[in-house]
Structure formats: structure tokens, C-alpha cells
């Protein structure tokens, strides 16, 4: 703007460099996958979000102990999971127009009194073309109303690690999540308002250690090892600052950073940010974790893309942690 235009007095345009920015418009239109999400449990709304903000592919969790009424959970209480997801799939992908994938698997959050009889089961639903992953799956620190033994825990995650490597699948973990400190804490008993989830029913950790959430970790990987699972097979969801070190330094293995509920476990896109210009963006995905127990954003992963841009990260490397990375490990998209 010249001094001359015809505003009654200067204003900030007259004062700024004429050389315009150079905006990334085609970071509008970049097409991107979401690796961990539970959107058959959102509404037909939250998934039509997704759709109008460029989502390409998805990888639909139906692993979750949230949505199964009975504590402890059966084995054909997880099948029905599975059966559910199976069931609405095809419609989901219909609707909306994204390629809507499946992640089975048995999660470690309660305990599961029969998990054999899953097990057996899980190998013919990984020969289905719609199933992609394995997971969400992963030992845990400590379960919600029914404490599972770390040994059990343990081979049920291996045991699902091996039949991933069988069928060539990729496998999601659950890494707990260590949340920020906030400085005060809610109402005992009232629980975290956005998350529907009885408080008070968390049992004492199953892990003793200094770090349960790495522990955690680190007995993943170790059962990876043992079941033959090639770490570049695995990714670890919800990655934070307390396990990237260590999954980045000391493993092959992808993180993906989920910042579909920030206000919840703390991680956004800056910590993305840091982890590629520390790491770089080979093996780094992000997702939502978006599911009807949580207050979450469909929108998350687009507003990510934006805000990458935003700390610095070049379009190269964000295409490559949202949409070219998880082509590669889960074979969907385009």
C-alpha cells in the first residue's frame, strides 16, 4: 500500500513491507490420514467434519473397553467391538467419502476374563481386507475397575504382536500418556469434566517403577522384539515428551502425536513441532483419538496442518508426517 491510498490517515498497511508474504495455499487442499481414531462411536456430524476438512483415509479403532458396559470384559464382549465397526464400516465410507479402515485389537485398559478366546478369533479377522492394524493395544500401568497382572498383559500384547507380523500388519499402541500437572485438581468424585468416565474406579498400578508410563513402553518394545515384529511396524500413539527420547533414540519405531483432545493429555502441535525439528519427520504421524466418551476435534489434525506451518515446519515435511508416513506404514489413501 503507498502512502498516497486513499485512507483518511495511515494505517498499518503503510507501514508494512509491499513484498507480500508467501502464503502456502496449497496447505488448504493437502489430503491427510488420521491413524488412530474411534469415529463409528462419534455422530454422522463429527464424521461429515472430517470429510469437509480434507480427510483422505482413516484408521477407525474399534479396540476400547469404554463402550462395553460389563467390568470385568469378556472375550465376546471385545468380538462385539469388532463385529460393530465391521457392521457400519461399509456405510461410514459411503457417507462420507473417506476411506474408512479398521484397527482391531484387545485393550489392556480392564481386564478381559477370557482373552484367549479372542486371540483365537483375531487371526481370521486379520486376513479381512477392511482390517489394516492391530490395535489399539499395549500393556497399561492400571486398569479401570479390574486389575490385569502385568505377566498377562504382557503375552496378550505379544501375542497380538505376533499376529501382526504373521499378516504383515502394522500394530497401534497405547502408550499412557503422562498429562501435564494442572494447578488444582477437580471436585473427588466429580471427574474430568469432558471425558466420561467413573472416577474413583482406577485401580493401584500394576507397574512398579519410577516411570510406569515408560515402563510401559519399554515392555512393548521388548514384546515386539520377542514376537518377531519389526519395530518399523509399530507405532506408538499418543507420544509426549515423556517417551519420544526414548522411542526415537533407542527404537525404529513411528510416534504419532495425538491432539485431538490437547486440553486433556497436554500434547499439541507444538510438540510436534519440536519433536521434527529435533528428529525429524521420517517417522512422525499425528492423530485425534477422536470418541464419544471425550471432548474431542474432528478438526484437530486440519487446524495441525495450519499450525505446523505456523512454528516453522516446511510443507515438505508436513505433508510427510500427515498424509505420506501413514500411507507408507498402513497402505491406505491413495
Known amino acids: 500500500m503507498s502512502p498516497t491510498h486513499p485512507t483518511k490517515r495511515p494505517t498499518d498497511a503503510a507501514h508494512l513491507d509491499e513484498r507480500s508474504p508467501d502464503v502456502p495455499t496449497d496447505l488448504l487442499n ?19 467434519r472430517y ?16 463402550w462395553t458396559p460389563y467390568k470385568p470384559v469378556r472375550a465376546e464382549d471385545v468380538r462385539y467391538l469388532w463385529d460393530d465397526a465391521l457392521n457400519r464400516r461399509a456405510a461410514i465410507e459411503r457417507n462420507h467419502f473417506f476411506e474408512a479402515n479398521l484397527g482391531l485389537g484387545i485393550h489392556t485398559g480392564v481386564r478381559i476374563e477370557d482373552p484367549d478366546k479372542a486371540l483365537e478369533a483375531m487371526a481370521d479377522y486379520c486376513a479381512l481386507e477392511e482390517v489394516v492394524a492391530i490395535g489399539e493395544t499395549g ?12 505377566d498377562e498383559q504382557r503375552a496378550i500384547v505379544q501375542a497380538q504382536m505376533e499376529l501382526a507380523a504373521d499378516h504383515e500388519l502394522p500394530v497401534l499402541l497405547h502408550t499412557p500418556n503422562t498429562s501435564s500437572d494442572s494447578d488444582r485438581s477437580y471436585r473427588e468424585g466429580i471427574g474430568t469434566p469432558g471425558y466420561e468416565k ?54 525404529d519405531c513411528y510416534l504419532s502425536y495425538t491432539i485431538g483432545h490437547s486440553w486433556l493429555i497436554g500434547v499439541d502441535a507444538a510438540d510436534v513441532a519440536d519433536a521434527i525439528d529435533e528428529f525429524g519427520p521420517e517417522r512422525i504421524m499425528v492423530d485425534t483419538d477422536c470418541a464419544n466418551v471425550l471432548r474431542t476435534d ?36 491413495q
Open 198 to 251: 467413573n472416577p474413583g474406579l482406577g485401580q493401584e498400578p500394576v507397574i512398579d517403577a519410577e516411570n510406569p508410563a515408560l515402563e510401559a513402553v519399554k515392555i512393548d518394545v521388548e514384546a515386539a522384539r520377542d514376537a518377531g515384529l519389526d519395530e518399523e511396524q509399530v507405532v506408538a500413539s499418543h507420544a509426549d515428551g515423556n517417551n519420544t527420547a526414548y522411542l526415537m533414540e533407542e527404537t
Open 139 to 150: 500393556v497399561t500401568p492400571t486398569q479401570h475397575v479390574s486389575s490385569w497382572d502385568l
Open 30 to 48: 493437502l489430503p491427510w490420514i488420521d491413524v488412530h481414531n474411534h469415529a463409528h462411536t462419534l455422530s454422522w456430524t463429527d464424521r461429515e
Open 298 to 333: 474432528p478438526f484437530a489434525l486440519k487446524r495441525a496442518i495450519l499450525e505446523l506451518y505456523r512454528y516453522g515446519i516446511d510443507e515438505e515435511a508436513i505433508r510427510r508426517v500427515v498424509l505420506e508416513n501413514p500411507r507408507e506404514v498402513f497402505d491406505i489413501g
Open 51 to 66: 470429510a469437509l476438512s480434507g480427510c483422505e483415509a482413516m484408521v477407525m479403532v474399534a479396540s476400547g473397553y469404554h
